[in-house]
């Protein structure tokens, strides 16, 4: 996903294209926080990769390409005051490489070392928050900048370079758990009925339409679909792809007689929709009650508080409602 996290990333805009994933290994079996190697932009042929013989880290990013190298976090926790989130690099300089923590108060962590080789970093909040200071001190900033502390991407980016020369970097921890590439596994769920938290309706594929572009909808939970099966348009599945977020899941409709297809989210106050094609927008997290979509950052939404059968279901900005809350099918 290619939103905040690279707004974040001290302004460069030139890294607004689209990133490809370019690791995923397994996670080493004690406590670890999973990350993946993930490069943007194309200038250069910037590289992320991790060293299982010395449990490294190489990023490289050829200088003033617009191209960018990080090490992205899976699904970080909450920060401690104390535990520093580190790293030593083998090569510094300009804010290069350095951790970019976000925040869905709209607060920004930026922790740069003091210098190639160091574990001491500086701290700053964006924005207009705290300068220089330490760990615990921009933290604790962040966290008073809003209502809504919680973390929603933590990585470490080389987007200058080092005039072509690969940074390694070690001793690369978070929480104080050692970051590590994270593990894949895929899980489909049972595939059942979706019910709404403030409706207490069900998520319905309109007119029982299994197509590309027939909207959802809510029904009553149980209605019987246009052929006379109990619940026939209500059934779906929550695909979870890598256990601990290394990719992201989707949500998929199953019709009585077998098709699968896509719930695709296409922009916020939209309503969702059938496709039988994989993209960003089908990208879904399920995260408590709430089906999140990455690309649009919005949530299932049951549109305008409805408890009518038709009631729309959009995807929307994540505002902690009950019209938003969904149960697992």
């Known amino acids: 996903m290619i939103s905040k996290k690279l707004a974040a990333a001290l302004s460069v805009a030139a890294l607004a294209t689209a990133g490809t994933a370019v690791f995923a290994g397994s996670a080493d079996a004690a406590a670890s926080q999973g990350a993946n190697g993930v490069t943007y932009g194309t200038g250069g042929s910037p590289q992320a990769s991790y060293?299982?013989?010395?449990?490294?880290?190489?990023?490289?990013?050829?200088?003033?390409?617009?191209?960018?190298?990080?090490?992205?976090?899976?699904?970080?926790?909450?920060?401690?005051?104390?535990?520093?989130?580190?790293?030593?690099?083998?090569?510094?300089?300009?804010?290069?490489?350095?951790?970019?923590?976000?925040?869905?108060?709209?607060?920004?962590?930026?922790?740069?070392?003091?210098?190639?080789?160091?574990?001491?970093?500086?701290?700053?909040?964006?924005?207009?928050?705290?300068?220089?200071?330490?760990?615990?001190?921009?933290?604790?900033?962040?966290?008073?900048?809003?209502?809504?502390?919680?973390?929603?991407?933590?990585?470490?980016?080389?987007?200058?370079g080092s005039g072509g020369v690969p940074t390694t970097l070690t001793n690369v921890t978070y929480n104080g758990e050692p970051v590590v590439p994270a593990s894949s596994t895929t899980t489909v769920s049972t595939v059942g009925e979706i019910s709404n938290g403030n409706s207490g309706k069900c998520l319905d594929v309109t007119g029982g339409a299994f197509t590309d572009g027939t909207t959802l909808q809510q029904w009553t939970c149980g209605a019987k679909s246009p052929d006379g099966v109990v619940g026939g348009d209500q059934q779906f599945q929550v695909v979870t792809k890598d256990a601990n977020g290394t990719e992201t899941g989707y949500l998929e409709a199953v019709s009585e007689t077998g098709t699968v297809l896509y719930v695709e989210a296409t922009g916020a106050g939209q309503q969702l929709q059938l496709t039988s094609s994989r993209s960003a927008a089908t990208d879904m997290l399920k995260s408590g009650p709430y089906y999140t979509f990455p690309n649009t950052d919005t949530v299932a939404d049951d549109a305008g508080w409805s408890t009518a059968n038709g009631g729309k279901v959009i995807s929307y900005t994540l505002n902690d409602g009950t019209n938003q809350q969904w149960s697992l099918p």
């Open 51 to 160: 060293n299982t013989t010395n449990s490294s880290w190489t990023l490289e990013t050829p200088t003033s390409t617009g191209a960018s190298a990080q090490v992205d976090l899976v699904r970080p926790a909450q920060p401690v005051a104390a535990d520093q989130p580190s790293f030593s690099a083998s090569n510094y300089s300009a804010g290069d490489p350095r951790w970019v923590i976000e925040f869905h108060n709209g607060c920004y962590l930026f922790g740069t070392p003091t210098g190639p080789n160091s574990t001491d970093f500086t701290w700053a909040v964006n924005p207009g928050g705290a300068q220089s200071v330490d760990w615990a001190t921009a933290l604790a900033w962040a966290q008073s900048c809003g209502t809504d502390d919680q973390v929603t991407a933590a990585f470490i980016v080389d987007d200058t």
